[in-house]
Protein backbone atom coordinates (compact mmCIF):
# COMPACT_ATOMS: atom_id res chain seq x y z
CA UNK A 1 0.00 0.00 0.00
CA UNK A 2 1.42 3.49 -0.79
CA UNK A 3 1.10 6.20 1.18
CA UNK A 4 -0.43 9.50 0.19
CA UNK A 5 1.80 12.54 0.22
CA UNK A 6 -0.63 14.23 2.29
CA UNK A 7 -0.14 13.62 5.61
CA UNK A 8 -3.53 13.15 7.99
CA UNK A 9 -3.98 15.81 10.57
CA UNK A 10 -5.21 15.25 14.03
CA UNK A 11 -8.51 17.08 14.62
CA UNK A 12 -6.46 18.78 17.31
CA UNK A 13 -3.87 20.10 15.01
CA UNK A 14 -6.72 21.21 12.61
CA UNK A 15 -8.43 23.06 15.55
CA UNK A 16 -5.05 24.93 16.51
CA UNK A 17 -4.44 25.99 12.83
CA UNK A 18 -8.24 27.41 12.46
CA UNK A 19 -8.19 29.12 15.60
CA UNK A 20 -4.83 30.59 14.71
CA UNK A 21 -5.91 31.75 11.18
CA UNK A 22 -8.96 33.10 12.95
CA UNK A 23 -6.61 34.80 15.38
CA UNK A 24 -4.28 36.73 12.35
CA UNK A 25 -7.82 37.38 10.65
CA UNK A 26 -9.03 39.22 13.61
CA UNK A 27 -5.26 40.97 13.97
CA UNK A 28 -5.23 41.86 10.82
CA UNK A 29 -8.82 43.52 11.02
CA UNK A 30 -8.40 45.37 14.17
CA UNK A 31 -5.28 46.71 12.90
CA UNK A 32 -6.44 47.91 9.63
CA UNK A 33 -9.06 49.66 11.62
CA UNK A 34 -7.05 51.50 13.96
CA UNK A 35 -5.16 52.66 10.56
CA UNK A 36 -7.77 53.52 8.62
CA UNK A 37 -10.34 54.81 10.68
CA UNK A 38 -13.78 55.03 9.72
CA UNK A 39 -12.99 52.96 6.48
CA UNK A 40 -14.00 49.84 8.34
CA UNK A 41 -17.54 49.88 8.60
CA UNK A 42 -18.69 46.07 8.97
CA UNK A 43 -20.21 46.70 12.22
CA UNK A 44 -21.80 49.89 11.69
CA UNK A 45 -25.74 48.81 10.82
CA UNK A 46 -28.32 50.14 8.76
CA UNK A 47 -29.93 53.74 9.45
CA UNK A 48 -33.43 52.76 11.38
CA UNK A 49 -36.26 53.70 10.25
CA UNK A 50 -38.02 54.97 12.79
CA UNK A 51 -35.93 58.17 13.65
CA UNK A 52 -37.57 61.57 13.71
CA UNK A 53 -40.58 63.17 16.18
CA UNK A 54 -44.17 61.23 16.04
CA UNK A 55 -46.92 63.25 17.66
CA UNK A 56 -44.37 65.12 20.07
CA UNK A 57 -41.97 61.69 20.76
CA UNK A 58 -39.20 60.34 19.82
CA UNK A 59 -39.61 56.16 19.13
CA UNK A 60 -39.65 54.04 21.87
CA UNK A 61 -36.63 52.24 23.13
CA UNK A 62 -36.37 48.54 22.66
CA UNK A 63 -36.27 46.07 25.09
CA UNK A 64 -32.63 45.26 25.05
CA UNK A 65 -30.41 47.34 27.11
CA UNK A 66 -28.75 49.63 24.89
CA UNK A 67 -30.77 52.32 24.49
CA UNK A 68 -31.72 55.29 26.95
CA UNK A 69 -34.60 57.74 26.14
CA UNK A 70 -35.75 60.90 28.38
CA UNK A 71 -39.15 59.96 27.27
CA UNK A 72 -39.03 56.34 28.63
CA UNK A 73 -41.15 54.88 31.27
CA UNK A 74 -39.40 52.72 32.62
CA UNK A 75 -36.09 53.07 34.81
CA UNK A 76 -33.89 50.61 33.00
CA UNK A 77 -33.97 53.10 30.08
CA UNK A 78 -34.95 56.71 31.68
CA UNK A 79 -32.81 59.73 31.61
CA UNK A 80 -33.45 63.15 31.94
CA UNK A 81 -34.11 65.37 29.18
CA UNK A 82 -31.33 68.52 28.75
CA UNK A 83 -32.60 71.95 30.05
CA UNK A 84 -32.17 75.34 28.88
CA UNK A 85 -33.57 79.03 29.64
CA UNK A 86 -32.13 80.87 26.78
CA UNK A 87 -34.35 81.30 23.22
CA UNK A 88 -35.06 77.66 20.84
CA UNK A 89 -32.50 79.37 18.83
CA UNK A 90 -29.39 79.60 21.51
CA UNK A 91 -30.08 76.37 22.99
CA UNK A 92 -30.09 74.21 19.23
CA UNK A 93 -27.10 76.61 18.63
CA UNK A 94 -25.76 75.57 21.87
CA UNK A 95 -26.65 71.86 20.90
CA UNK A 96 -25.04 71.62 17.42
CA UNK A 97 -21.50 73.04 19.01
CA UNK A 98 -21.65 70.04 21.30
CA UNK A 99 -22.25 67.81 19.19
CA UNK A 100 -19.98 68.79 16.55
CA UNK A 101 -17.30 68.77 19.14
CA UNK A 102 -17.77 65.67 19.77
CA UNK A 103 -15.04 62.80 17.87
CA UNK A 104 -16.43 60.02 15.60
CA UNK A 105 -19.92 61.85 15.11
CA UNK A 106 -22.06 63.16 12.08
CA UNK A 107 -24.93 64.94 12.23
CA UNK A 108 -27.60 63.44 9.39
CA UNK A 109 -30.71 66.03 10.02
CA UNK A 110 -31.24 69.44 11.81
CA UNK A 111 -33.97 71.56 11.90
CA UNK A 112 -35.47 74.10 14.99
CA UNK A 113 -36.24 71.80 17.07
CA UNK A 114 -34.68 68.32 16.04
CA UNK A 115 -31.66 67.00 15.66
CA UNK A 116 -30.24 63.61 14.73
CA UNK A 117 -26.63 62.49 14.72
CA UNK A 118 -24.53 59.16 14.50
CA UNK A 119 -22.22 58.56 16.91
CA UNK A 120 -19.09 55.74 16.03
CA UNK A 121 -17.08 54.34 18.33
CA UNK A 122 -13.41 54.13 17.43
CA UNK A 123 -12.28 50.80 17.37
CA UNK A 124 -14.91 48.72 15.58
CA UNK A 125 -16.83 51.44 14.23
CA UNK A 126 -20.13 50.24 15.55
CA UNK A 127 -22.94 52.99 15.09
CA UNK A 128 -25.09 54.73 17.77
CA UNK A 129 -28.18 56.85 16.82
CA UNK A 130 -28.82 59.80 19.33
CA UNK A 131 -31.72 62.10 18.69
CA UNK A 132 -32.61 65.38 20.47
CA UNK A 133 -36.34 66.84 20.29
CA UNK A 134 -36.60 70.19 21.44
CA UNK A 135 -39.85 70.86 23.12
CA UNK A 136 -40.33 74.76 23.71
CA UNK A 137 -43.50 74.51 25.97
CA UNK A 138 -41.56 73.16 28.91
CA UNK A 139 -38.05 74.31 28.11
CA UNK A 140 -36.03 70.71 27.90
CA UNK A 141 -34.47 69.18 24.55
CA UNK A 142 -35.84 65.09 25.11
CA UNK A 143 -32.93 62.41 24.47
CA UNK A 144 -32.52 59.83 22.60
CA UNK A 145 -29.79 57.28 22.03
CA UNK A 146 -29.02 53.83 20.87
CA UNK A 147 -27.40 51.33 19.67
CA UNK A 148 -28.30 49.91 16.34
CA UNK A 149 -26.22 46.43 17.08
CA UNK A 150 -25.71 44.38 19.89
CA UNK A 151 -27.13 43.46 23.69
CA UNK A 152 -25.62 45.83 25.78
CA UNK A 153 -23.58 48.86 25.12
CA UNK A 154 -22.27 48.77 28.72
CA UNK A 155 -23.50 52.31 29.43
CA UNK A 156 -21.87 53.83 26.39
CA UNK A 157 -25.44 55.38 25.41
CA UNK A 158 -26.01 56.82 28.84
CA UNK A 159 -22.45 57.98 29.46
CA UNK A 160 -22.62 59.62 26.28
CA UNK A 161 -25.43 61.30 26.93
CA UNK A 162 -23.87 62.66 30.64
CA UNK A 163 -21.09 64.08 28.93
CA UNK A 164 -23.50 65.98 26.34
CA UNK A 165 -25.88 67.16 29.21
CA UNK A 166 -22.39 68.41 31.06
CA UNK A 167 -20.92 70.23 27.94
CA UNK A 168 -24.46 71.53 27.28
CA UNK A 169 -24.99 72.98 30.70
CA UNK A 170 -20.93 74.33 30.30
CA UNK A 171 -21.89 76.38 27.41
CA UNK A 172 -25.21 77.44 29.20
CA UNK A 173 -22.95 78.99 31.90
CA UNK A 174 -20.90 80.53 29.77
CA UNK A 175 -23.34 82.25 27.76
Request: charged fraction near 25%.
Amino acid sequence: MVESSVEKRSPLRLLVIILLSLLLATVFWLGATVAFPGGMTMFAGKRPTNIGVQAGKLADCPSSPNCVSSQSLDAEHKIEPLTYNSTTVEAMAQLKKVIESEERTKIISATSNYLYAEFATKLMGFVDDVEFYLDEAAKVIHVRSASRLGQSDLGVNRKRIETIRAKFNELKSNS
